[in-house]
């Protein structure tokens, strides 16, 4: 089910009458036993002894050795530099010649992700899922912990946490400049996991996909690669007042160095973005437009079709903000026609200090590099350099090789529940939380966006947002409370913080259940007070 046939979806909702009931959780909450999760023993002996040592290999070895050595070689380095193309070279097709260790390593990863087969199931199982997440299986001040600050991070499933292991174990080396066999197969790990990006978002090639620390650091990118080409004084870029502000100060920065304009399609009472506002935002001087896809404070789903349609009728570019929207919803980026797609892994099950911008070819071939050094280069002077194709040009230095690769684990993660059961599940107990929250007294919510997802933002007048964080906390319950860095979106509505649960694949109604238990404790403790 996509978003936006969920507004003819309808919940079956206990009917709770008038008096908030909830179904109190069991007392004793098991122990935390760690031995009834499936943490495989490690399968791996830890110097892999099938590694190929040198100085140790029998003549044949050697020479079949030296021969992966030398394909790798004719592969990276274009025989004829002064030709100055490297047109040539393609990784994708490097498969090196490697005995498969148990890890699936020396079959070429991009062979792995075809022939992934990946199980659209029709329900979430919620209870075998949370197997996979350890650190939920744990006590907080004395109670099951709840794990309810998704918007902010997500918790790693073993097959990340286990799949960074094995490779630092096992693998780990630098890219792209190896000449062994540990580089070779990093490499192609390192290349794999692009791979599976391109087709977790349906990008036309893994070409289109650069590596970079994560949402905040690709608009940067963009915004200054950009901004540095195409922004002169007296144009304009336009944001949303809804955007994280990580979409908002970069290019507040790249306007002012260039003496732009920074404009806002502004938003209503329910935390909507106002579009028939847009059409005004826009003049002959509109050079991009950066928008949010889901906004982290009242879950709103922007109509970000609407505004690319719109923005492509005035051949403008459009980059969208995919934090808060990557984990929860199908994303395919040739279906939305944006010029720039931007996400963290981390917020959907992977490892923090990795993200990824998306562009089209068409605009990762004009933006100039980003930052200099090795890799992105294809020749070097002390007088010049030649700068090498995307997305080697805007990946300069020694990437976060293991966290890219742990990023693609995630993503295997993903699709092993599927997308679509995930966004059913979450939409199902975001919708049971708001009815259950409106219900008590003394708690507003804020916003009501049309189309929404995982995200609610609270405020208990009497008590300070980060004060009923930290009460949730005493109940094991984790949440955000502040700004979220969302200050216009929270001060269009009148707020300056919120209390903000959100939720994952791994959260169940229990859990709403005991939040909103907790809620009814605060609420009465203030009005008794
Ligand atoms: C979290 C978030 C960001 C920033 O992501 P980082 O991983 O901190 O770089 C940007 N936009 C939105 C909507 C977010 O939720």
Redo the contacts with the bound molecule.
């Keep these: 089910m996509y978003l936006n046939e969920l507004d003819n979806f309808h919940f079956d909702l206990p009917d709770l009458g008038t008096a908030p009931q909830v179904a109190v959780p069991n007392a004793a909450p098991d122990e935390l036993d760690l031995s009834a999760l499936p943490i495989p023993a490690a399968s791996s002996p830890v110097g892999n002894v099938d590694a190929p040592q040198i100085g140790s290999l029998s003549a044949a070895d050697e020479e079949l050795f030296k021969g992966v050595i030398a394909k790798y070689f004719s592969d990276e380095v274009p025989s004829a530099p002064s030709s100055g193309s490297t047109d040539d070279v393609q990784p994708e097709k490097k498969n090196c010649l490697l005995k498969d260790n148990g890890f699936g390593i020396g079959i070429p990863e991009t062979d792995i992700v075809r022939n992934l087969h990946y199980d659209e199931a029709d329900t979430v199982n919620t209870e075998e899922i949370r197997k996979q997440f350890p650190i939920l299986h744990q006590k907080v001040n004395g109670h099951d912990l709840v794990w309810f600050d998704n918007?902010?991070t997500t918790q790693k499933p073993l097959r990340v946490i286990d799949g960074l292991s094995e490779f630092y174990k096992t693998d780990y080396s630098n890219i792209h400049r190896g000449a062994h066999t540990l580089a070779a197969r990093s490499t192609d790990q390192y290349e794999g996991a692009r791979e599976k990006v391109a087709r977790f978002i349906n990008a036309p090639a893994k070409e289109n996909i650069l590596f970079v620390?994560?949402?905040?650091?690709g608009?940067n990118l963009v915004a200054q690669t950009f901004g540095r080409k195409f922004l002169e004084k007296g144009d304009n870029v336009i944001v949303s007042t809804l955007?994280?502000h990580?979409?908002i100060v970069p290019w507040q920065q790249m306007c002012k160095l260039q003496g732009a304009e920074l404009r806002a399609i502004p938003i209503d009472k329910n935390g909507d973005l106002i579009l028939s506002e847009l059409e005004q935002l826009i003049t002959p001087h509109t050079k991009f437009i950066s928008v949010?896809h889901?906004?982290?404070t009242f879950g709103t789903i922007n109509d970000v079709e609407s505004i690319i349609r719109t923005a492509h009728s005035h051949n403008i570019p459009v980059l969208i903000?995919g934090?808060?929207s990557i984990a929860h919803t199908k994303v395919d980026v040739q279906q939305l026609d944006c010029d720039f797609f931007v996400f963290?892994g981390?917020?959907i099950y992977g490892p923090?200090g990795i993200?990824v911008v998306y562009g089209k070819k068409e605009w990762l071939e004009q933006l100039p590099p980003w930052q200099g050094g090795g890799n992105m280069i294809k020749d070097v002077t002390i007088e010049h350099t030649e700068f090498n194709e995307p997305p080697a040009r805007f990946e300069a230095g020694t990437p976060n090789i293991a966290d890219a690769i742990g990023l693609g684990y995630a993503l295997d993660f993903v699709q092993s529940v599927g997308i679509h059961n995930i966004e059913r599940h979450e939409h199902e107990l975001t919708e049971y939380a708001r009815q259950q929250i409106s219900r008590i007294p003394g708690i507003t919510i804020m916003g009501n966006p049309k189309k929404r997802v995982s995200v609610i933002s609270l405020d208990i007048p009497g008590i300070p947002a980060p004060q009923v964080g930290q009460l949730l906390d005493k109940e094991g319950i984790a949440v955000r409370a502040g700004h979220h860095?969302a200050q216009p979106a929270l001060r269009a509505l009148g707020y300056e913080m919120s209390v903000r649960p959100t939720f994952a694949v791994y959260n169940t109604k229990e859990e709403v259940d005991r939040l909103v238990i907790a809620l009814q404790k605060i609420v009465a403790d203030v009005q008794n007070r």
């Design positions: 918007g902010a620390r994560g949402t905040t650091e608009i955007d994280h990580a979409n949010g889901v906004n982290n903000d934090a808060q963290s981390h917020k923090s993200g860095c």
